[in-house]
């Protein structure tokens, strides 16, 4: 079965830098296309960044210029590093392939 486990989240001020790290086993790794979501308090989950099995990528507006989304087919891993965070990027933030979700991991930014 697929599992996709997060890391990295916590707390931060605005301006800092994260890194979060998502680990997948149960899928064909280098084949799947890989996402990060984010869903704030009281909003919808949102597409935040997206990586095809090829190393396209794509961003939310929201997001474009701040953070990059990479992978290592290597190590089964798909990264989101958050720079120039800001209060508003705070949320859970999950990894998504297919139609699969991992548990998510907080992300909070002080002002």
């Known amino acids: 079965q697929v599992q996709l486990v997060e890391s990295g989240g916590g707390s931060v001020q605005a301006g800092g830098s994260l890194r979060l790290s998502c680990a997948a086993s149960?899928?064909?790794?280098?084949?799947?296309?890989m996402a990060w979501y984010r869903q704030a308090p009281g909003k919808q989950r949102e597409l935040a960044a997206v990586?095809?099995?090829?190393?396209?990528?794509n961003y939310a507006d929201s997001v474009k210029g701040r953070f990059t989304i990479s992978r290592d087919n290597a190590k089964n891993t798909v990264y989101l590093l958050m720079n120039s965070l800001k209060p508003e990027d705070t949320a859970v933030y999950y990894c998504?392939?297919?139609?699969?979700w991992g548990q998510g991991t907080q992300v909070t930014v002080s002002s």
């Open positions: 149960g899928i064909i790794f280098r084949l799947s296309s």
């Open positions: 998504k392939t297919g139609i699969s």
């Open positions: 990586i095809t099995s090829g190393g396209g990528t």
